[in-house]
């Protein structure tokens, strides 16, 4: 029954890993361009625009499945109280800072590409949408179709988005197992539950936050993007009052 789940998850690894290979590689030739003629800033800098701006067209296109404006605005709002209160930036701040701790060299840290920012906006990419959640439903009925076809496009996403954000994203991998697989382990009970309508605003609020990441990607904004991530899952609530 978890079939889907695990190659999905899988995928983001296998890809995750491709993408740290590439990262070490780009690293070490941009030093060697930065010592020569100072462009491997700007290198890295360019790449973080363009993924930005793919970014924050995956979150313009998601958030237009929503039709029902108040329910979106009444979600954020709401999430964004809750993930206040128990701090959940913080918490996935302190965590990731620990990690990266871990996996790196005293000076390669970058400001631009930490393993909180990466898991956040992996997580958020690669769990939020129709194909998710409806392929984790259908997994439930051992119709593997839809995340097996979910897994080829987070497998390539992942190689790009580890380039710039590192091992960050390869932890994704463990948020979006256990996401599916809970919507695919209750598949029977959730199925009511989650209408056409529910999945559109769930993808919408979702796809809000994304536009959030991308704006701190561009460094337009400081958004707690980490503190809105109840609100992807109150569309299920208030939908059966609005």
């Known amino acids: 029954m978890l079939l889907g789940s695990l190659v999905n998850g899988a995928a983001i690894l296998a890809g ?3 993408g740290l290979f590439l990262r070490f590689i780009l690293r070490r030739s941009s030093r060697r361009s930065e010592s020569e003629n100072g462009i491997g800033d700007r290198l890295q800098k360019i790449v973080m625009q363009g993924l930005a701006l793919c970014t924050m067209y995956i979150g313009i296109s998601g958030s237009l499945e929503g039709k029902n404006t ?3 605005i009444l979600s954020l709002v709401i999430g964004a109280v809750i993930g206040e209160i128990f701090d959940l930036d913080g918490a996935m701040n302190r965590a990731g800072n620990w990690v990266q701790k871990k996996v790196t060299h005293p000076g390669e840290e970058s400001a631009a590409s930490t393993v909180a920012e990466g898991f956040v906006t992996a997580s958020l990419l690669f769990g939020v949408g ?3 959640i409806v392929g984790s439903l259908n997994s439930g ?5 839809m995340l097996f076809a979910k897994s080829l496009l987070d497998g390539v996403s992942s190689v790009v988005f580890s380039v710039s954000f590192g091992i960050g994203v390869s932890l994704s991998a463990i948020a979006v197992f256990v996401y599916e697989a809970l919507i695919t382990l209750g598949a029977s009970v959730l199925a009511p539950l989650l209408s056409d309508a529910v999945i559109a605003e769930m993808t919408c609020v979702g796809s809000l936050m994304i536009i959030g990441l991308a704006l701190n990607m561009l460094e337009l904004t400081k958004i707690k993007v980490t503190n809105f991530i ?3 899952f109150l569309p299920i609530l208030l939908c059966r009052f609005m």
């Open 230 to 232: 109840p609100a992807v």
């Open 16 to 18: 995750s890993a491709v």
């Open 141 to 145: 009925l051992l119709d593997h179709t």
């Open 70 to 72: 108040l329910l979106a």
């Open 130 to 132: 129709a194909m998710s």
